[in-house]
């Protein structure tokens, strides 16, 4: 190993500014398994290679066996669009080499998270206690949370550490949840949905019908969901909280994709009730335009989680001294080490302002509700659902799967876009997820036209 060559140096730089320089993002195209291999072949062994040789097989051939999900003609799953700031700065992060799990190794770090962490609890109405960490995505989120929940409801309850216990999920619950219950060895009670949303009088039935069943099994959180992913529908906020309330539940809101919709004014009334949570997701690498892997993990009550997720250790007693000032991220999830992954986000809206993040986020909701207008126009289309958010579903009239999937690989190859089919009630239909702000009608159109 070596150290600083300021040549390499110059060569990465060099080329991660031609990189930022594209506008827009080229879509690509998924690799081919065989061709990839040949080119990596022998490529790591007991001798090193020049650095030019292994960066210009990166370049020539591994960045573009990629679809790149910041280009403004990626419409499928939930695009992704960090500015500019947060990816310079995300390079800041990494040359830093900071090791964010406590106040004693990284406070400067952790603070300016903190802020950040602050703005999304302030925007929520959780209260000024409220606080938590970035973690890596919306599953660490919902997982570390509920962890929490069971946690604080058996020792509530007079449990033991395995009694069992159920929390309530509404059956449109994102896939982390159902798989975060596994791990941590809940039963799920599952809600059914009211036109794909969970509402507060579903919930009140659930818990009322396992009543009558006289269950031993005690129910003691509910999830809700601000901004389902398939389709952008906000659950019953305020009705689950009140249900919450009633019951003493631990009431969590999984909004990993939806909830940069607080920053919306437009929108902002459907998010009612969120400020009853006692722990909440948002994943800036969707919505909030901040690079992989950013989640934040609020909590209304962060003793709660703290009491929950420390972990103890002999050579961790230096970074516990419960000293006034002391933060540590590793205290409020599952992780210990941590990279600090909330600071691109903080350069970014230092640098932009939250104003311009209400803009860009208004500006996908717009051409959600631009697109619904243009579909609901064309006879050979059917718009299956007015968007909540920035999620568009509608179908081709007189398709099958096969059509859409074979529509959606033209688009690919010709680069026009990136549009997967989704299911919806048993059906094959197509689907926009609009995140992008750069992402504009003219593209829609030329997209649309490819179904006629």
Known sequence: MHDYDAELADLIFGYMRERLQLNPVPLDHPGRKDKLDSVLAGLIGPEGHDPRRVLSIYDDHLSQAVISCD??????????????????????????????????????????????????????????????????????????????????????????????????????????????????????????????????????AALAALDAEESRIPVIGVVATAGTTNAGIIDDLAGVAEVARERELWFHVDGAYGGAGLFAPSVRARYDGIEHADSFVVDPHKWLFAPFDCAALVYKNPKLAKAVHTQDASYLDVIHMDTPDEWNPTDYAYHLTRRARGLPLWFSLAVHGTQAYTEAVETALTLARETAALIAKRPELELIRE???????????????????AWSERLLAGQIAFVTPTGWEGETVARFAFLHPHTTTGIVEEILETMV
Request: hydrophobic share 45%; charged share 20%; with cysteine.
């Open 387 to 405: 968007p909540e958010l920035s999620s568009v579903l509608f179908r081709r009239k007189g398709w099958n799967a096969e059509d859409y999937q």
């Open 71 to 204: 280009s403004p003609r990626f419409l499928s799953f939930i695009p992704a669009a960090p500015t500019k700031a947060a990816l310079l700065f995300d390079m800041v992060v990494s040359c830093a080499s900071l090791q964010g799990i406590s106040w004693l190794e990284a406070s400067g770090a952790i603070a300016a998270e903190n802020q950040v962490l602050r703005l999304l609890a302030d925007m929520a109405g959780m209260g000024p206690q409220a606080g938590g960490c970035f973690v890596t995505g919306g599953s660490a989120g919902n997982l570390s949370a509920l962890v929490v929940a069971r946690d604080v409801a058996r020792r509530r309850l007079g449990l033991g550490a395995y009694d069992p216990v159920r929390i309530a999920v509404s059956d449109q619950a994102h896939s982390s949840i159902g798989n975060t219950l596994r791990i941590i060895g809940v039963e799920p009670l599952v809600v059914r949905s009211e036109d794909h949303r969970l509402t507060g009088s579903g919930l009140r």
